[in-house]
């Protein structure tokens, strides 16, 4: 279907409509063209990639990337793609395809796995890729949370990641790239959704943290984007039936340690009980996460006032 920025529906475009049936589509705007990945659950197909214009025009019969059966996710540095997908009990895998839709090189696998059914998500970071996806490979046997860093030519850098590692499950995975560095979100039990700030460099940045409130509600299938100055996360939140609840308190570009131009801040040292002369104002830790509470502990925090004006905050006792 096309859609209006001002969301009007323009047209349905069948997309893959052949007997046998096509599901899970992801989908990637590379060069000129969208280029959509499939399961094609047809005999001797598989995960499929076609070029759709921006008119809604079908442009290719399609290009079997692999007989992969599970989950295809893709995305573009702007003229090649990765597409990704999973594999019952042998793997996350990986291959490239061009600005034509068109596979290149051969399939890689990104991660072996221990279990099934895992759905696999990738993100373009400025140089690589980064590829996460949950799997049962943990000495507890639960479920975590691995990632992996993937050069545009298809080439595995450096080592898995293990990105979320706990008592309970982990597992529905999602990310987003903000110009400087990825941030994971992903499922908790069954009723946190989590975060985790990633560098370009697959190396963690900071720890975990929770997105969603402390209530004991069941959640699933989280999702985020980066904003021009947010991260929005939603997830389906069960109330008497399921709801779609959403977060946008994680700021982004606070990080002091980003660029250059970003370390300039105006910066002022006040006591922790000093907050209470400031009114209107959001408190946000170098992490970008809002502090809900005044009451907070001495370190060095970001303060907004109004709309765009940040301060950086060395708070003392």
Request: glycine share 10%; with cysteine; charged share 20%.
């Given at each position: ?120 998500k990738v993100a373009y970071g400025g140089s690589n890729y980064l590829v996460v996806w949950s799997d049962f490979n943990s000495p507890v046997g639960d479920l975590d949370i691995f990632g992996q860093v993937v050069s545009t030519q298809g080439q595995l850098v450096d080592e898995r990641i ?107 040292i006040i006591c922790a009980n000093s907050l209470s002369q400031f009114t209107r104002y959001d408190i946000f830790d170098i992490a970008g996460r809002r502090v809900r ?25």
């Amino acid at each position: 279907m096309r859609v209006t920025p001002q969301m009007e529906i323009l047209d349905t475009v069948y997309i893959g409509n052949e007997e046998g049936g096509q599901n899970i589509p992801a989908i990637t705007f590379a060069n000129e063209n969208y280029i959509v990945a499939f399961l094609d659950m047809r005999p001797g197909k598989g995960i499929i990639t076609k070029r759709i214009s921006p008119q809604g025009i079908i442009l290719d019969t399609g290009y079997t990337v692999d007989d992969g059966n599970n989950n295809p996710d893709i995305a573009t540095d702007g003229t090649r793609s990765l597409v990704v997908w999973s594999k019952e009990f042998v793997g996350v895998l990986g291959r490239c395809v061009d600005s034509l839709a068109k596979p290149e090189d051969s399939v890689f696998t990104v991660g072996a796995l221990l279990g099934s059914s895992t759905a696999p998500k990738v993100a373009y970071g400025g140089s690589n890729y980064l590829v996460v996806w949950s799997d049962f490979n943990s000495p507890v046997g639960d479920l975590d949370i691995f990632g992996q860093v993937v050069s545009t030519q298809g080439q595995l850098v450096d080592e898995r990641i293990t990105i979320a590692r706990g008592a309970e499950i982990q597992k529905s995975p999602n990310l987003a790239f903000d110009g400087s560095r990825y941030i994971i979100t992903w499922l908790e039990g069954i009723s946190k959704i989590c975060g985790q700030f990633v560098g370009t460099n697959g190396k963690l940045i900071g720890s975990a943290f929770q997105i969603s409130d402390t209530t004991s509600i069941e959640r699933q299938f989280p999702s985020i984007a980066a904003g021009s100055s947010n991260y929005l996360v939603a997830w389906a939140e069960y109330h008497n039936g399921f709801d779609i609840y959403g977060s946008a308190e994680n700021l982004i570009n606070v990080n002091e340690e980003k660029t250059t131009t970003r370390k300039n801040f105006p910066t002022v040292i006040i006591c922790a009980n000093s907050l209470s002369q400031f009114t209107r104002y959001d408190i946000f830790d170098i992490a970008g996460r809002r502090v809900r509470t005044n009451q907070v502990e001495p370190g060095i925090y970001f303060i907004k006032f109004g709309e765009y004006t940040l301060v950086k905050v060395i708070i003392i006792k």
